[in-house]
């Protein structure tokens, strides 16, 4: 409740954007660390949009449904995945 005479006018929250973590076994990390070396050879630890819609189309997925993954995974940056948001794109597109 806010101050007397401000009912009616809430503001709403400013969404936070949780952290993603993809909950992979010893085996599917290793698996993953493979794929981010795939799409990321400068080892930065971090794929940028342009080299990631090249390696996620290999998939087979319609760009559209890349697009959702995309949403979905980024929440550090609009620009890249990080590491963490790079598994977690590779586990949906595997569920897709």
Sequence with gaps: MGPP???????PMPMEREKLVANLSPKER???????SLADPNG???????????FFK???LPVEKLKDIWKISARTSNEY???EEF???LRLIAYA
């Design 81 to 83: 995945l990080s590491r």
């Design 5 to 11: 005479g401000q009912m009616g006018r809430m503001q």
């Design 87 to 89: 598994y977690v794109a």
């Design 44 to 54: 930065n630890n971090k794929v940028g949009g342009k080299d990631a819609v090249g």
């Design 58 to 60: 290999k998939s087979g």
């Design 30 to 36: 290793g698996f993953y660390s493979n794929m981010l």
